[in-house]
């Protein structure tokens, strides 16, 4: 089994900064494409930024320019820097990680639990 654990969420005021992480253990022996996706209260969950695992970056055109996704192959771990943080913004964020379990043929995703970014005066 793999397990996601998201930090780094919070408040924020409107221009401000964030970086939250999503850090993968357990059963893993490679990890392959990292993705974030946010969810607003009466809205559909929408995708956010990936990296794949050569580092190849991907964003929504709504945050191009401010948020940047990095990860940390070493810790098993991805990074979403957000700046220039808008209250448009506010919504939980989760990360999506395309796992290789030991012995296993197939590449399996798994979700975070998800932490909460407010962007507010």
């Known amino acids: 089994q793999v397990q996601l654990v998201e930090s780094g969420g919070g408040l924020v005021q409107p221009g401000g900064s964030l970086r939250i992480s999503c850090a993968a253990s357990?059963?893993?022996?490679?990890?392959?494409?990292i993705s974030w996706y946010r969810q607003a209260p009466g809205k559909q969950r929408e995708f956010v930024a990936t990296i794949t695992d050569d580092g190849n970056t991907n964003y929504a055109d709504s945050v191009k320019g401010r948020f940047t996704i990095s990860r940390d192959n070493a810790k098993n771990t991805g990074f979403l820097q957000m700046n220039s943080l808008k209250p448009e913004d506010t919504a939980v964020y989760y990360c999506?990680?395309?796992?290789?379990?030991?012995?296993?043929?197939?590449?399996?995703?798994?979700w975070g639990q998800g932490t909460q970014v407010t962007v507010s005066s």
């Open positions: 999506n990680v395309q796992v290789r379990e030991p012995l296993a043929t197939i590449w399996k995703h798994y």
């Open positions: 357990g059963s893993i022996w490679r990890i392959g494409t």
